[in-house]
């Protein structure tokens, strides 16, 4: 192939007997940006790992400039010119650019000490040549988050990278900073620099991409010029069913005519909250839609506990409840899936099993000890009930993607077995075949009797799940709307909108 600056040939890899790439081919051309697209478990991450040396193939080749290479590790991608950008920013906030660009590569004297000078020359010059308007000595810390990001990628071509692989580069960017870096990656671009680019944002790959693979259940699906595909047919391989059909609405039903699960009365809380009223039935999807900053998130933290209540009354099941603390909360049957799952949601370094039992500790104890069997049973049982794609239960929670971290909060709630579920924001960031997964759990626990509290952004998604939808808007309820009453996305738009 023309051009060609690396060629993956039939790789495959598996892990304890389960097949995770299945002779994929993948390639990249000089100086073009490839889009690697895929649902969870589809093997990107997996592939991409080979190709930086965190893992090695169980067969297949690597080809760069023509040559075949052997990865087994980091050092043996960066001699071979590849380097990564992973999602999560590795920059010390307390250093300056220059600092963190040439940090454990540091000049040093005879006597050994550090040659910041020399850093900083070096870091203008490569800046100059990125055409980037940042000063080396700037602290990070008081950088906006495009420039961190930058600031990564110049890192990354500090150490010569040709070929650079950029993991979901834009999700913590403003529409600003996204637009600064797809002009960055312009000039990358014409620099002769390759890049891998990993995102779930179907329009920001018409946009900046040239080419695009797309993997699913371990196998190429398709390598096409982006100008020869639509948008459907990328969604439909990725899925591998109609869009329409993944978010078509499903009628569903459950009875008014009981006490509400839960019950709001004239909340307010802080400067976000001001006299929220809503009732939620057994079996109920009750969506809440509204722009930033309209109190959703807020009205879900001060229910929960996490947020003083100024005012108003809150009643689970027909009794008025004091809810001071999420402990308070979780008492009283409710659980809370938070917007940023890798923050507020999980603990990262421990393993799935340890994350899903984190709410029932207390419940598994056996004298001084956990109840590991039970503990294990648990977690099995909610690793196949959501369909969560792991090795086992053992394997730590930051290795899984987003879409399977996402279903470990919301595993680890279910093992409480709640009353009602809110759920802020719960398909952000992960892909469209993880948020078909999730719109179908959602379905399933509402149908078991669960309350859903559902806050989304992802308009699709919440006309997919909810059965009615509450519109906020300054801190308040704009307008009620029974999901059969709104006939569009457009509708319901026009209502967040406040016309």
């Known amino acids: 192939m023309e051009n060609t600056v690396l060629e993956m040939k039939n790789i495959s ?14 390639s990249v051309k000089k100086g073009e940006v490839h889009a690697l697209m895929g649902g969870n478990g589809a093997g990107k991450s997996t592939l991409m790992k080979i190709l930086t040396g965190v893992y090695t193939s169980d067969a297949g080749e690597i080809i760069i400039d023509g040559k075949k290479v052997v990865i087994n590790d980091m050092k043996d991608a960066r001699k071979n010119y590849i380097s990564m950008i992973f999602q999560e920013f590795s920059l010390i906030p307390t250093l300056t650019v220059a600092q963190n660009i040439f940090l454990t590569r540091e000049s ?6 550090l040659n910041d000078k020399e850093a900083i020359e070096k870091t203008k010059e490569l800046l100059k040549e990125l055409e980037v308007d940042i000063n080396p000595n700037d602290v990070v810390a008081n950088l906006g988050v495009g420039y961190w990001q930058m600031t990564e990628i110049a890192k990354a071509l500090s150490q010569e990278a040709k070929i650079l692989i950029m993991d979901e580069p834009s999700s913590s960017l403003t529409k600003n900073e996204t637009e600064i870096l797809f002009a960055f990656i312009d000039k990358l671009k014409r620099k002769g620099i390759s890049i891998i680019y ?13 080419r695009i693979t797309i993997l699913r259940d371990g196998k190429n699906v398709v390598t096409e010029n982006i100008k020869d595909i639509s948008m459907d047919t990328v969604v439909q391989n990725i899925v591998g069913v109609e869009m329409d059909k993944a ?12 006490t509400p699960v839960l019950e709001v009365k004239n909340l307010a809380s802080g400067k976000r909250v001001h006299d929220v009223s809503f009732k939620l039935y057994p079996g109920e999807i009750l969506g809440i839609a509204g722009l930033m900053g309209s109190g959703r998130s807020e009205v879900a933290r001060s229910i ?23 402990k308070d909360a979780i008492k009283n049957g409710l659980a809370l899936i938070p917007e940023d799952r890798r923050v507020q949601g999980l603990v990262l370094d421990h393993s799935v099993k340890d ?5 029932i500790l207390s419940k598994l104890k056996r004298g001084f000890t956990i109840d590991n069997k039970k503990a294990n049973e648990i977690s099995e049982k909610l690793v196949r009930k959501l369909n969560i794609k792991t090795d086992d239960i053992f394997k730590i929670t930051k290795l899984l993607s987003g879409g399977n971290q996402q279903k470990i909060v919301l595993a680890k709630w279910l093992a409480n077995n709640p009353d009602v579920l ?17 719109v179908e759990i959602i379905r399933e ?6 309350g859903i509290l559902v806050i989304s952004s992802e308009l699709p998604e919440l006309l997919a799940v909810s059965d009615r939808v509450i519109v906020m808007h300054e801190g308040k309820i704009l307008k009620e709307m029974n999901r059969r009453e709104i006939h569009s996305e457009e509708e319901l738009q026009h209502a967040i909108q406040g016309y």
């Open 198 to 210: 990993i995102s779930h944002r179907m329009e920001e790959i018409f946009e900046v991409c040239d």
């Open 13 to 26: 890899k598996s892990f304890n007997g389960i097949n995770v790439l299945n002779k994929v081919n993948f």
């Open 445 to 450: 626990l509402a149908d078991d009797g669960k």
């Open 247 to 258: 978010f078509e609405w499903v009628e569903r039903t459950y009875t008014t005519d009981v």
């Open 304 to 326: 929960f506990g996490m947020d003083r209540i100024d005012k108003g009354e809150v009643f689970v099941k027909g009794e008025k409840k004091s809810i001071s603390t999420s």
């Open 108 to 113: 040093k004297s005879s006597l050994g000490i």
């Open 422 to 438: 809110i759920l802020d924001e719960p398909t952000i960031g992960v892909d469209i075949g993880a948020k078909t997964e999730i």
């Open 355 to 359: 994350n899903m039992i984190l709410p």
